[in-house]
C-alpha cells in the first residue's frame, strides 16, 4: 500500500521518468510497484522544481509589466519572456557608471528589472517547496 505525500506534479512525472506509474481510484493510491514507487515518492524533493517554476512566473510577471511600458511587448507569455531575457541582458551590457543617469523608459525597465531579480533572490532562500509554491509573484514583490 502505498503512503502518498503530495509533492506536486513533478512527483509524478519523476515516477514515470523511472518507468513506474501511480493511480488513485477511489481514494486509493495504485503503484506498478508499490515498494519502488514509495521509494521515490520519499526521497523526491520537490523544491528545485518548485523553484524554478516560480522564477518563470516572476519573469513572466516583469514582463506583463514592461508591456504597460513597451506597448510592442507580445502579449503571448513566451514572446513575452523573450522580450524580458532580451531587454535584461541589453540593461546588463550599460556600463554599470551610466546606470545612475537613465531615461525614463529604462529607468521604469530598471525598476521592474529590480523587483524581479531581488523576488528571485527571496524565492531562492525558502528552503520550503510549499511556501515558494504559495509564493504571489504579483502581491509579493515590491514592483514598482
Same mark, same amino acid.
Given at each position: ?74 502579449? #503571448?507569455?513566451?514572446? *513575452?519572456? =523573450? ?5 535584461? &541582458? ?5 556600463? $554599470?557608471? +551610466? ?11 530598471? #525598476?521592474?528589472?529590480? *523587483?524581479? =531579480? ?5 524565492? &531562492? ?5 510549499? $511556501?515558494? +509554491? ?11
Amino acid at each position: 500500500m502505498i503512503n502518498y505525500t503530495e509533492k506536486g506534479i513533478w512527483l509524478h512525472e519523476e515516477i514515470g521518468n523511472q518507468g513506474h506509474s501511480l493511480i488513485e481510484k477511489d481514494g486509493i493510491w495504485i503503484a506498478s510497484n508499490d515498494t519502488a514507487v514509495q521509494g521515490i515518492i520519499d526521497s523526491f524533493d520537490p523544491l528545485p522544481f518548485v523553484k524554478t517554476a516560480k522564477r518563470k512566473e516572476v519573469k513572466l510577471e516583469a514582463a506583463k509589466r514592461l508591456s504597460t511600458i513597451y506597448d510592442f511587448v507580445d502579449d #503571448d507569455p513566451k514572446r *513575452a519572456l =523573450s522580450f524580458y531575457e532580451f531587454s535584461k &541582458d541589453i540593461y546588463l551590457s550599460i556600463k $554599470v557608471s +551610466s546606470r545612475s543617469n537613465l531615461q525614463p523608459r529604462l529607468q521604469q525597465y530598471k #525598476d521592474i528589472y529590480d *523587483a524581479a =531579480s531581488a523576488a528571485i533572490s527571496d524565492i &531562492d532562500l525558502i528552503t520550503d517547496w510549499e $511556501v515558494v +509554491s504559495a509564493y504571489d509573484v504579483v502581491a509579493t514583490p515590491l514592483w514598482p
